[in-house]
């Protein structure tokens, strides 16, 4: 598919912009004179893009993606993810209004690891700064980690550790860090949506890094990222995406049908396999998706991420290009799936 860029110094006064609205007006005009002798029945026929259905996608998943384990509240025990995370929680460590429990008690695991899941569960490493400003983090594992007992939502009274899945050593980095969900810490549950904040000790409970720690196993030396919770809920191992040159601006202009109540888009980062931020802002003025700060390296090597859900199809599109100045990327078309090949397709990005 054929990559657009246009080099704009200033996108809301340049000249482009405002050749593109009158060209926007311009067709205007002619749909409107052209509508009055085509057949009305036409437009509600063509299959329109559903955003309730792409949401439900995405929190099926998730609840496709939950496993459940059975530990006996008085002793605790480590619980063991398909992809190989850990999870080891204290005796007596399960409660309600304070007060520990006792009998079996279900534990609930969500582990993501590649861009793939990432999107599909629409869980991206878009972080938050203390003042606001969001910028994209690579991530070594997000995480849903909860207990339950029957009906009841269980507390966690005492600290309990997570160990993620096996890392070569080639792929430590020992920058990460551990994050939350929200500013609020209001990403309690399996289909909260929030940015990712760095915990905060005193208020969740975590350790301020995680800790790793060297192994060995039947395929030689290995090393995993260790961290504990305080709190249910999601968790994340991050660290900002770090760049010092020249950013910008980037915006995505999507076909006239789409916009921010019908599909998601996504920023993926060439070389980076944990990289992967939501295009979450849609200027209605420009329609087209945008970012926060214009913190976007130029330079950059990406790949943007389209997905719809269009009678009950997923659609997609994916293109590659390289960030300029005010950054213009344009998607003329979307195109039918299943959620198994863009899944292969996702994580077969650079």
Request: glycine share 8%.
């Amino acid at each position: 598919m054929k990559t657009q860029n246009l080099n704009i110094t200033n996108l809301k006064n340049s000249r482009v912009v405002r050749n593109i609205f009158k060209s926007v007006l311009g067709l205007s005009l002619i749909a409107t004179v052209a509508s009055c002798v085509e057949d009305p029945d036409i437009e509600d026929t063509k299959p329109q893009a559903d955003g309730i259905a792409l949401n439900d996608r995405f929190q099926n998943n998730r609840i496709d993606a939950l496993e459940e384990f059975t530990l006996d509240a008085a002793t605790g025990g480590m619980i063991t993810g398909s992809q190989g995370t850990n999870v080891t929680f204290q005796p007596n460590s399960f409660g309600i209004n304070g007060t520990p429990v006792t009998g079996q008690v279900i534990i609930q695991l969500i582990e993501i690891y590649d861009k793939g899941s990432m999107v599909l569960n629409n869980r991206s490493t878009l972080g938050m700064r203390a003042n606001g400003d969001k910028e994209a983090l690579k991530s070594a594992g997000e995480f849903f980690i909860n207990a339950i007992q029957g009906a009841n939502e269980l507390e966690l009274l005492e600290m309990a550790s997570v160990e993620s899945r096996p890392v070569d050593f080639a792929d430590l980095d020992g920058g990460m860090k551990i994050f939350r969900g929200g500013p609020d810490n209001d990403c309690d549950g399996i289909d909260d949506d929030c940015d990712w904040v760095e915990a905060d000790e005193d208020k969740n409970g975590e350790q301020d890094d995680p800790q790793i720690r060297d192994a060995q196993g039947a395929d030689g030396a290995f090393a995993t990222y260790n961290y504990n919770i305080g709190t249910f809920g999601w968790t994340n191992l991050d660290r900002w995406y770090s760049y010092t040159g020249a950013k910008t601006d980037i915006f995505i202009d999507v076909p006239a049908e789409f916009n921010q109540d019908n599909c998601a888009v996504y920023l993926s980062y060439d070389g980076e396999a944990t990289a992967l931020a939501r295009m979450d802002v849609y200027n209605t003025s420009l329609e087209m998706f945008t970012e926060h700060y214009g913190l976007i390296p130029v330079g950059l090597e990406v790949h943007i991420i389209m997905v719809a859900e269009i009678d009950g199809v997923l659609n997609y599109a994916i293109q590659g290009t390289t960030i300029v100045e005010d950054h213009i990327e344009v998607i003329t078309s979307l195109s039918p799936t299943t959620q198994p090949a863009l899944e292969i397709l996702i994580n077969g990005l650079p």
